[in-house]
């Protein structure tokens, strides 16, 4: 038996940007029921999928290159391939990935974030098992972060 039914012929752009919306709207609704850990998840997950709606409005994706370049789950690879392709200009890419990281992402590790927040972690330093709790704060920093990477990406085009 399947589940659900597979659309073809889809502009991967619009599609991947129609789900960062979807993940958003999730978050917030997981919020409202203070389940802060789940609905920080998907606010990574929404920025992650908004970064490859840009980079796939940039590039054409039915390259296997690009296809492959964008297979990973992780935000981190996501901003490392948006930085490659932004421009041909070291300089640029340079300040791209300065305001990116610093001023609109906050240096945070997401990789680090996204599994910890769904499993458990082992740490050698203290000899056990930790986790990571998060709370409102910590969702309204992450939904700013969110809005800024939008208003980052829709005038990404000024610094090229």
Do not use: W
């Not at 908004?50 to 901003?79: G, Q, W």
């Amino acid at each position: 038996m399947h589940i659900g039914k597979i659309r073809h012929k889809i502009n991967v752009s619009s599609e991947f940007t129609e789900l960062s919306k979807n993940d958003e709207s999730a978050a917030y609704l997981l919020a409202e029921k203070g389940m802060f850990q789940q609905a920080c998840y998907f606010l990574i997950q929404a920025m992650e999928k908004a970064i490859r709606a840009k980079i796939f409005s940039l590039v054409n994706p039915n390259i296997e290159y690009f296809r492959e370049r964008n297979r990973t789950h992780s935000l981190d690879s996501a901003v490392e391939f948006l930085i490659e392709i932004i421009s041909t200009d070291n300089m640029i890419k340079k300040q791209v990935s300065v305001q990116l990281q610093q001023h609109v992402l906050g240096n945070t590790k997401y990789g680090y974030l996204h599994n910890n927040l769904r499993y458990p972690t082992y740490f050698k330093k203290y000899n056990s098992y930790s986790v990571i709790e998060v709370g409102k704060s910590d969702f309204e920093l992450l939904s700013n972060r969110l809005q800024l990477l939008r208003k980052f990406l829709s005038d990404l085009h000024k610094f090229t």
